[in-house]
């Protein structure tokens, strides 16, 4: 027997607890067992958000999110800047020009993040500039942004700061409040560590108001009126009640573990991860890197490599994306991962690289992860 262990990024891996949450028979929504449980589940979000704003819950995957921010928040017309350093972040500019926004990239190398500096040139050259979309951790490249340093821009301007914390929600530190940002967007199949199906908005007072003037139509995401159901215990429409009991388990083991232990313990596994790795010369790519996703260059096997991984070791990574596809794997070490997981997999690794006759002394990445995990 082979355990099997899924490194991809989303949907990922979910707690015993979790899953068993989601069985359960589903609850009325309008009834008061489950506002009790949706108020629990609003606290929760808004500690992980690190916001005292309301977090709208939706039904939908990260990109419905982005969506709902798009049509409520802004007007046909509107020039929007994205910061494009990825395949996510493509998804930003691609989506704003379909609701005729008049989008400016702001084009970055994959495996690079964007100079600040960049986006304060883009918001002097387009002052009219109604929005900035970053993504906060590109997970087709592995890299991290520095969304603070961008929020202290945004901030003297007009735009609005959209962040898309998918896979940094729980796994980064990301300060909704105390760095600024307008909106951040995320969803429960990442480091929430939940079934996907649930997406969440954050807001700030600016973006509420940016609610006022928009024109683009929308019906069934309305972010103001579902924010004004929350403090009923409830959403407009019937929501996954069952995925919302199972996002409370999570979010439960989250706050046991303390969020800053949470971000801490994604730190560690990320650092053993690429000490492991660099121990077997597969080098990480791109720069700097995510405590989410961790993309390295693939062995001289190439693409075989992972399907060897996948059907002899029962270890699942994801592929590269785009350009990167023949180049790269990608590793995801977001939500119900452990030390331990990340030692498994290095030992599959190393195990398929002998097997495809590359030379490897057994445990040399186990013994470069230990030497940190040990610090
Ligand atoms: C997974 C992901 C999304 C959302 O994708 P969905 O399939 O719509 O949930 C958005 N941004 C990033 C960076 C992601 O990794």
Known sequence: MIKPRFFIPGPTS????????????????????????????QSMLRDVFCTRQPVVTLASSG???????????????????YI???RFAARWGDMMRSFGMNAIEIPVEWGSAVDPAR??????????ARCVWAVHSETSTGVRADIQSIAAITQQSQALLCVDAVTSLAAEECRTDDWGLDVVISASQKALM????????AMSERARQAAQQARIPHYYFDLIREQERI??????????????????????????????????????????????????????????????????????????????????????????????????????????????????LLSAIERALRDTGITVTPGSSLYAAQEQLCT
């Open 63 to 81: 990109t419905g999110a982005a969506e709902a921010v798009m049509t409520n928040l802004f007007s046909p017309g509107d020039r929007g800047i």
């Open 231 to 344: 403090e009923e215990g409830t959403t407009r429409w019937t929501p996954p009640v069952t995925l919302i009991a199972a996002l409370e388990s999570a979010l439960q083991m989250i706050t046991e573990e303390g969020l800053e232990h949470t971000w801490q313990r994604h730190t560690r596994m990320a650092l053993a991860l690429r000490s492991g790795l660099q121990a077997l010369r597969l080098m990480p790519f791109g720069s700097p890197p995510s405590n989410a996703v961790t993309v390295a260059h693939l062995p001289a096997t190439g693409r075989s490599f992972r399907t060897l991984l996948r059907k002899k070791y029962r270890v699942t990574v994801a592929s590269g994306q785009d350009d990167l596809k023949d180049k790269v794997f990608r590793i995801s070490h977001m939500g119900y991962c452990d030390e331990g997981d990340i030692l498994a």
């Open 84 to 86: 494009n350093n990825g």
């Open 119 to 128: 986006v304060e040139e883009a918001l002097i050259r387009y002052p009219d």
């Open 194 to 201: 939940s079934p996907p199906g649930l997406s969440f908005i």
């Open 14 to 41: 979910v707690p015993e607890a979790v899953a068993f949450a989601a069985a359960r028979q589903p609850l009325h929504h309008r009834g008061e067992e489950f506002a009790a449980m949706f108020l629990r589940v």
